[in-house]
T-cell receptor
Framework: GAVVSQHPSRVICKSGTSVKIECRSL??????MFWYRQFPKQSLMLMAT?????????EQGVEKDKFLINHASLTLSTLTVTSAHPEDSSFYIC??????????????FGPGTRLTVL | QQPVQSPQAVILREGEDAVINCSSS?????VHWYRQKHGEAPVFLMI?????EQKGHEKISASFNEKKQQSSLYLTASQLSYSGTYFC???????????FGKGTSLLVTP
């Protein structure tokens, strides 16, 4: 159990286009999902915390108008990179925290989405 | 705040042991350990909650000293498959997002 999927796994797009990344918890409900970004040879950096049914909380320095997050259900959160530029190229990883009491400390990561902006 | 991991990198021969440390300047509720191989997402190893517990998973175990705000990951009798980058993620409260250290690169050679 506790499987998180991401789609797509890899995307290449032209500068100026928008890209949507989906994060799904397949076998559990997740009130909270987190979006991280990882540049080559660096650590994972939290971008935003996504709560079902409410607005996402963004970390300092992350533009909320550029990285749109929608957490419409207990099993799906989406991240849309709007007007992508080459500097947005990165590995985007989501994690989901189970809603069930006693498991909220846990976080399970998706396989990641590698975005390349040309 | 980002926890500090040490060492930055370590090379082992198969069968040797290693310890990876993670320390924080803030009070911690939990410490999470992950291993990441190149081009892949992090894989969960274990979580430790405040209370000074120690956990084990086959030949990989970890301890968490809440008072010192430190955690250590112990790899015994290392295997080739242990190679990768190890990250500790810390949370200051239950259900909070994780702050990850910069990672420790581990290479196990034959």
């Amino acid at each position: 159990g506790a499987v998180v999927s991401q789609h797509p796994s890899r995307v290449i797009c032209k500068s100026g286009t928008s890209v949507k990344i989906e994060c799904r918890s397949l076998d559990f409900q997740a009130t909270t999902m987190f979006w991280y970004r990882q540049f080559p040879k660096q650590s994972l950096m939290l971008m935003a915390t996504s709560n079902e049914g409410s607005k996402a909380t963004y970390e300092q320095g992350v533009e909320k108008d550029k990285f749109l997050i929608n957490h419409a259900s207990l099993t799906l959160s989406t991240l849309t990179v709007t007007s992508a530029h080459p500097e947005d190229s990165s590995f985007y990883i989501c994690s989901a925290s189970p809603s069930a009491s006693g498991r909220r400390n846990e976080q399970f990561f998706g396989p990641g989405t590698r975005l390349t902006v040309l | 705040q980002q926890p500090v991991q040490s060492p930055q990198a370590v090379i082992l021969r198969e069968g040797e042991d290693a310890v990876i440390n993670c320390s924080s300047s803030k009070a911690l509720y939990s410490v999470h350990w992950y291993r990441q191989k190149h081009g892949e997402a992090p894989v969960f190893l274990m979580i430790l909650l405040k209370g000074g517990e120690q956990k084990g998973h086959e030949k990989i175990s970890a301890s968490f000293n809440e008072k010192k705000q430190q955690s250590s990951l112990y790899l015994t009798a290392s295997q080739l498959s242990y190679s990768g980058t190890y990250f500790c993620g810390t949370a200051s409260n239950s259900g909070y997002a994780l702050n990850f250290g910069k990672g420790t690169s581990l290479l196990v050679t034959p």
